[in-house]
């Protein structure tokens, strides 16, 4: 499918709302200066607009098939996947010292925004490779980060999580794969994973899987995890990929989108692993993945809203229907008045997310240059907000665009269906929405709210300052953060959880209206409050933050209504 790399956006986020040049201050990240970034988003563009893009159908009408336990993907898969290896696309923020480029998490996220747009199923193999290399580089032996980095970094080995299995979904802690130690060094792995993105492929040299699994003497629940790496392919003496391991796919899952994505069950039988991290710490180490993956599966929801957007206003540019409603228009249905105020609708959601989305990752190489805890505190409380908010950002849009399309959104043939079918996954995997809104009313406020007072005082700091110049923008704002203060508050004063877990959601969703509020405040006032993005911060501010008011009385209203009804009532 078609699809244009919105370059303009990052510029202007990076440069005038975002202020990346703090980052590339750093020591850490002197080298990301403002022509390496410049050329850097330019070539992603044009791999993915030339490369990745075509891919897109093909994934969706030629799935991924596990033939005489071989896994075959999608036509083109892999020359589009030879693309992103060797471009370094996988290896943008790994460490130099085992090939990878270093460079910011703002600047992998953008890349990562644009290939999730152009081919969402090939984009989330990569994806999964980032977040194992993270795991390693931090919690790794030596020994095991000299085999294993520099192939992955290379995207001549590709990684994989293994979390889930069939009587435990969301509660890892209830699962029964088992390592045993065989006195070597080594632990024979025995269990059955389900739902393993890009379990296996035919076009990478070796597979690795980050599995959780239980010793003998770890105790119940997550404390007592243990995380193993378990390559498809044992390395030899030279690190080369040697004799197959214990482990099969059994099965590829029928899935409602992303089908060319294969999507494994995955059996261990007795299969050689080798410790990562400490022993009973798998849960924290496995968290420096899934962390890089929240923010990531955020961002995969970004880049399908970006592709559905872009797909929808292309039809809606050329389809003729019904009389035109204004003068001088095109003749086409972008000139009424519900297409322009859906397709607005989209634009304004996702620039938005992408603000959101780019902040935290800005946050993150902050923390990571510095070491300072307010810039880790910033990123563990935007964290799930990008998940959530940018995954519920991708179904809405897409969701849109089919309605863009009308009827023809209801034929396959169009591909407006296919983005809303793929992106449907992302508010569940790498833990559910729901999961990421208790995070944030729990954990993330377990300071008290103090790293939420310090963002309202921002917000609040930048209202007041355009109060003078744009105060039908700057009040609207100023009281959205007020009004959402007091909601932190109230979360805060609560002792049941439940009370606060009965209301994450729609908090959640406050928070972030109020926080895209706060950034399209920031764009009109770059631009003067004259221009293209200050008109979307006014349909934004005016027309869509409004949406706080009602999920924040919702998200203070406790736990007691939420369970009035019986189970027998609700089921009458």
Same mark, same amino acid.
């Given at each position: 499918?078609?699809? +244009?790399?919105?370059?303009?956006?990052?510029?202007?986020?990076?440069?005038?709302?975002?202020?990346?040049?703090?980052?590339?201050?750093?020591?850490?990240?002197?080298?990301?200066?403002?022509?390496?970034?410049?050329?850097?988003?330019?070539?992603?563009?044009?791999?993915?607009?030339?490369?990745?893009?075509?891919?897109?159908?093909?994934?969706?009408?030629?799935?991924?098939?596990?033939?005489?336990?071989?896994?075959?993907?999608? *036509?083109?898969?892999?020359?589009?996947?030879?693309?992103?290896?060797?471009?370094?696309?996988?290896?943008?923020?790994?460490?130099?010292?085992?090939?990878?480029?270093?460079? *910011?998490?703002?600047?992998?996220?953008?890349?990562?925004?644009?290939?999730?747009?152009?081919?969402?199923?090939?984009?989330?193999?990569?994806?999964?490779?980032?977040?194992?290399?993270?795991? =390693?580089?931090?919690?790794?032996?030596?020994?095991?980060?000299?085999?294993?980095?520099?192939?992955?970094?290379?995207?001549? &080995?590709?990684?994989?999580?293994?979390?889930?299995?069939?009587?435990?979904?969301?509660?890892?802690?209830?699962?029964?794969?088992?390592?045993?130690?065989?006195?070597?060094?080594?632990?024979?792995?025995?269990?059955?994973?389900?739902?393993?993105?890009? !379990?296996?492929?035919?076009?990478?040299?070796?597979?690795?899987?980050?599995?959780?699994?239980?010793?003998?003497?770890?105790?119940?629940?997550?404390?007592?995890?243990?995380?193993?790496?378990?390559?498809?392919?044992?390395?030899?003496?030279?690190?080369?990929?040697?004799?197959?391991?214990?482990?099969?796919?059994?099965?590829?899952?029928?899935?409602?989108?992303?089908?060319?994505?294969?999507?494994?069950?995955?059996?261990?039988?007795?299969?050689?692993?080798?410790?990562?991290?400490?022993?009973?710490?798998?849960?924290?180490?496995?968290?420096?993945?899934?962390?890089?993956?929240?923010?990531?599966?955020?961002?995969?929801?970004?880049?399908?809203?970006?592709?559905?957007?872009?797909?929808?206003?292309?039809?809606?540019?050329? +389809?003729?229907?019904?009389?035109?409603?204004?003068?001088?228009?095109?003749?086409?249905?972008?000139?009424?008045?519900?297409?322009?105020?859906?397709?607005?609708?989209?634009?304004?959601?996702?620039?938005?997310?992408?603000?959101?989305?780019?902040?935290?990752?800005?946050?993150?190489?902050?923390?990571?240059?510095?070491?300072?805890?307010? &810039?880790?505190? +910033?990123?563990? =409380?935007?964290?799930?907000?990008?998940?959530?908010?940018?995954?519920?950002?991708?179904?809405?849009?897409?969701?849109?665009?089919?309605?863009?399309? !009308?009827?023809?959104?209801?034929?396959?043939?169009?591909?407006?269906?296919?983005?809303?079918?793929?992106?449907?996954?992302?508010?569940?995997?790498?833990?559910?929405?729901?999961?990421?809104?208790?995070? =944030?009313?729990?954990?993330?406020?377990?300071?008290?709210?103090?790293?939420?007072?310090?963002?309202?005082?921002?917000?609040?700091?930048?209202?007041?300052?355009?109060?003078?110049?744009? *105060?039908?923008?700057?009040?609207?704002?100023?009281?959205?953060?007020?009004?959402?203060?007091?909601?932190?508050? &109230?979360?805060?004063?609560?002792?049941?959880?439940?009370?606060?877990?009965?209301?994450?959601?729609?908090?959640?969703?406050?928070?972030?209206?109020?926080?895209?509020?706060?950034?399209?405040?920031?764009?009109?006032?770059?631009?003067? !409050?004259?221009?293209?993005?200050?008109?979307?911060?006014?349909?934004?501010?005016?027309?869509?933050?409004?949406?706080?008011?009602?999920? =924040?009385?919702?998200?203070?209203?406790?736990?007691?209504?939420?369970?009035?009804?019986?189970?027998?009532?609700?089921?009458?």
């Amino acid at each position: 499918m078609p699809y +244009r790399a919105p370059l303009s956006d990052y510029r202007f986020l990076f440069e005038k709302v975002l202020g990346l040049k703090q980052v590339s201050q750093t020591d850490r990240f002197a080298e990301a200066t403002p022509d390496m970034i410049e050329a850097i988003l330019t070539e992603a563009a044009r791999m993915c607009e030339e490369v990745l893009a075509p891919l897109q159908r093909n994934g969706d009408l030629h799935p991924a098939v596990l033939e005489n336990g071989v896994v075959r993907t999608s *036509p083109g898969f892999a020359d589009g996947y030879r693309a992103i290896a060797e471009g370094g696309w996988v290896s943008m923020g790994a460490d130099p010292a085992h090939g990878g480029m270093g460079l *910011p998490m703002a600047l992998v996220s953008a890349v990562n925004d644009m290939m999730g747009a152009a081919c969402l199923s090939l984009q989330l193999n990569p994806l999964m490779t980032q977040g194992q290399i993270e795991a =390693l580089e931090n919690h790794a032996s030596d020994a095991l980060k000299d085999i294993y980095l520099p192939k992955l970094i290379s995207g001549e &080995w590709c990684g994989t999580m293994n979390l889930t299995e069939p009587q435990a979904g969301s509660d890892v802690g209830a699962l029964s794969t088992k390592a045993v130690d065989n006195g070597d060094g080594t632990y024979a792995i025995t269990g059955q994973k389900i739902y393993i993105s890009w !379990g296996d492929n035919d076009f990478t040299e070796n597979v690795c899987h980050l599995v959780l699994a239980r010793l003998h003497d770890g105790g119940p629940g997550t404390k007592g995890i243990s995380l193993f790496m378990v390559p498809k392919y044992l390395p030899d003496e030279d690190g080369n990929p040697g004799r197959a391991n214990d482990l099969k796919v059994v099965s590829l899952e029928h899935k409602m989108g992303l089908h060319g994505s294969p999507t494994a069950v995955m059996q261990y039988d007795g299969a050689t692993g080798w410790l990562v991290g400490e022993k009973h710490d798998g849960m924290r180490t496995m968290f420096t993945m899934m962390n890089n993956a929240r923010l990531g599966v955020g961002i995969q929801g970004l880049g399908v809203a970006e592709g559905a957007y872009q797909h929808a206003l292309a039809y809606a540019m050329e +389809r003729k229907q019904g009389r035109v409603p204004v003068e001088g228009g095109t003749g086409t249905i972008i000139d009424h008045a519900d297409v322009r105020r859906m397709l607005t609708t989209m634009k304004a959601d996702i620039f938005a997310t992408r603000a959101i989305a780019l902040a935290c990752a800005i946050a993150i190489d902050m923390k990571t240059a510095t070491g300072d805890a307010e &810039w880790g505190a +910033r990123a563990a =409380l935007l964290t799930p907000i990008v998940k959530a908010f940018g995954t519920d950002t991708g179904i809405a849009v897409a969701e849109m665009g089919v309605q863009v399309h !009308g009827g023809m959104g209801f034929i396959e043939e169009t591909g407006a269906a296919q983005y809303s079918r793929d992106v449907r996954v992302t508010a569940i995997y790498e833990g559910t929405n729901g999961i990421q809104a208790m995070d =944030l009313v729990g954990r993330k406020l377990m300071d008290g709210g103090e790293a939420a007072f310090r963002l309202m005082d921002e917000i609040e700091e930048v209202a007041e300052r355009t109060r003078s110049t744009l *105060p039908d923008l700057a009040e609207p704002v100023w009281e959205a953060a007020e009004t959402l203060r007091e909601t932190v508050e &109230w979360m805060v004063s609560q002792e049941k959880l439940n009370d606060r877990f009965a209301g994450s959601v729609p908090f959640l969703k406050g928070f972030a209206r109020v926080l895209g509020a706060h950034f399209h405040l920031l764009a009109a006032e770059a631009e003067g !409050g004259e221009g293209p993005r200050s008109n979307l911060a006014r349909f934004y501010i005016k027309r869509m933050l409004p949406e706080y008011a009602g999920a =924040l009385a919702h998200a203070r209203e406790g736990a007691e209504g939420v369970y009035a009804l019986s189970d027998d009532e609700l089921a009458a």
